[in-house]
């Protein structure tokens, strides 16, 4: 089980710095409703997915949602895997916040992995590979960067 934790915050630099999420009429959206239903279409999904934790947060000054995130597989880019949730709110409930077709912005990063594999499987390792060749996600080019890095002081090594 991988986990993650994202933040999003409004797209809109005004709004931003304007709209408090923790208002009531977005805060039972986007701390439970959102989450249940995002939790429920992903169930069906190819790679099944979990809203853990979901709150709003306005210690910074301006409104930002924390989600823990679980995911079965590795996400290369975690908060694509958000587009259901905030798909679900800015057709709905947030929908007077969207602003160019664009609810959120965010940022996220991988703050656990619990494998129940010792190994990657050399099948898991090329699929994984070939996915981010194909991709070419900012991610996806780091770690071939770093994959290249590894293969080329190995091989260093053998000669």
Known sequence: MHRYTCILWLSDDSLRKTVDLRQDEYLKAIEIDGPEYYNSVSKRSKNPKAITECVVDNSS???????????EAILNTPNRALKVYSSYLANGPLSDLVRHNSLFRGSAEEVETNSHEEELS???????LIRCVLR???EDRELLDSVREAIKSKHRDWE
Do not use: P, Q, Y
């Open 61 to 71: 000054g301006v409104s930002e949602i924390k989600i823990v995130l679980e995911s």
């Open 136 to 138: 070419k996600s900012k």
């Open 122 to 128: 050399d099948e898991a390792l090329l699929t994984m």
